[in-house]
């Protein structure tokens, strides 16, 4: 991905408010993310160590097969650095693929895969890690410069912000689905309806009945058996990626309904 | 929590704020007034801390940018977050000896009576209250706009004669029903059911409710299923029906009502004034206006609570439909409900 491509995505990304709250899969966020810029070197050394892990993994599956190899260690190294947490709370699309990718590399060794298809695995897994630390080295200068807000302040002011949050839950949801963490992301899907796009929905049905219709039905059915299905997370990305077109013509609705709202006073 | 009848009583803090106000409109001896014009209210001036529950849409934010921007001089800190949570944050507070709101807008009045039980919300002056209409005046919290449930039907397959106006009575219609029994409103319209009818007939109704109900997750679903022509009929908060027909005015909708019970309970958005003197009273006093009713009402569809102001366009005025008299803070006793309906297998 161009790092301009890169700096819009994640520019759009951290504007929306959205900030992880909850407890993460390898423990709470630290305060290190809201100094994101101190903490770059840290990172940026994570990634170099995640790599020459990753690299002593697949060597070792090269010289002596499954039986001289520990594929789990994937997942595990991962979930000692701070560099996840970073980019869990900044970047969420491209934490799903770094989860989407630690699995592809652990599975290709569990399944006795070719040494090239491993290889082929492991080429994608760095790029996701490189794609993750230029996503974090952007939020760092936009939050240095004072315009993203601490991880704290969570709640929208309005459908439109709302809609916004609602499209990066989605993509929480396919990361915790990338993750192997089904229930979760199904727990996230109900929530965002019930806690989130409920409190929407009135003001967009007004504007277009039948794409309220859509995402009820995409909330309710499409979404939610797309993971309890045991589909991909290529085609849970679809469902999610589906949705957020059509959020993002609710956004437009939204605004311009808005702007013709009379005033109260 | 008593309503107006123990006001005349208690004849509790009836002075505060009262000085600002039009003489002329100022309640007397317990009878209704006319909601104020903002023209007629002092300007605000200072700073209060507001907990905001999370609500329909962000109307309530409107208002409140509506308010600050005509008030120069006064400072509004909002903090947001679901209504349960900020209710109890509140207690929470209290408890550890800090008070940091001055004022709770809650979207639901049951998390008011958490706020009340505690002994946290404060008397408001009787030329408040009054601007009320009758069956919504509280000691110690003002009702801000309401919501009625309703039964909306499809009305292509039938007449609203066709539907029970006895809400125990239409799990045995012989119509096919929606409801959405995970939806917060639906648990509270069961809550003021328990305190109507009791537990065992709450529990009866629900059973046979289970056996014939298709299941939705929310509300606009099961309005949206009717006009489909799903379910003949189904259960749900007015402003759905209301928005959608405003989006699609040919939708094959409308809304019934059942009669003096909790099939056609006024739920509330209310506020509750945390600190004493007169700036958080007169706040509240400019969600009573006249204006920011019938903003709430025409942009929002909910139904203004002062006597004077218009409900909401194609619903009937409140006093026609004859809801029944629930103590709108017993709705916060949820926990017996969802008992119940775990017990009887519907959630």
Known sequence: ?265 | MQRRSLLKVLAAGGSLGSSLLPASLLAQDGEGTQALSVDELPALEGELTLYLGRGEGGLYENVLEAIQQRNPDFELNIRRGPTASLANAIVAEAGAGLRRADLFWAVDTGAIGLISNEGLARDLPDDLVNQLQDTFRYQNFAPVTGRIRTLPYNTERLTAERIPTDVMAIPDSGLSIGWAPAYASFQSFVTAMRLLEGEQATGEWLQKMGRVAKSYAGELGVVMAVERGEVDMGFANHYYTLRLKSGKPDATVDLAFTNNDAGCLVNASAIVALSEGELPINFIRYLLTREVQSFLATEAYEIPLVNGVAPPQGLPDLSTVSPPDVNLTRLADLRPTLDLMRDVGVL
């Open chain 1, 1 to 265: 991905m161009k790092f301009d491509t890169m700096k819009a995505l994640v520019l759009t990304a951290i504007f929306s408010l959205f900030m992880a709250t909850a407890a993460q899969a390898n423990g709470p966020i630290g305060d290190h993310v809201n100094d994101l810029q101190a903490h770059l070197d840290e990172y940026s050394e994570e990634v170099l160590w995640l790599i020459e892990q990753v690299e002593e993994i697949v060597g070792n599956y090269e010289r002596g097969g499954l039986a001289n190899t520990n594929p789990e260690r994937v997942v595990e190294i991962w979930e000692e650095v701070n560099f996840h947490a970073a980019i869990e709370t900044n970047y969420v699309p491209v934490y799903a693929s770094i989860w989407q990718g630690l699995f592809g590399v652990r599975q290709a060794i569990e399944g006795e895969q070719p040494i090239a298809d491993v290889r082929a695995a492991q080429v994608s897994l760095e790029q996701s890690f490189w794609q993750g630390l230029g996503a974090v080295k952007v939020a760092a200068q936009f939050q240095a410069r004072g315009l993203v807000a601490n991880i704290e302040d969570t709640e929208p002011t309005s459908p439109v912000e709302t809609l916004t949050q609602i499209g990066q839950l989605l993509d929480r949801v396919v990361a915790k689905y990338a993750e192997r963490l089904p229930e979760e992301a199904v727990s996230i899907v109900y929530d965002t309806y019930l806690s989130r796009f409920e409190g929407v929905e009135g003001d967009l049905i007004e504007q277009d009945a039948d794409l309220v219709e859509d995402l009820e039905i995409d909330f309710n059915v499409n979404l939610p058996q797309a993971i309890e299905n045991g589909s991909t997370v290529e085609q849970v990305r679809s469902v999610v990626n589906a949705m957020q077109s059509k959020l993002n013509r609710a956004r437009n609705l939204l605004e311009e309904a808005e702007a013709n709202r009379s005033s109260v006073f």
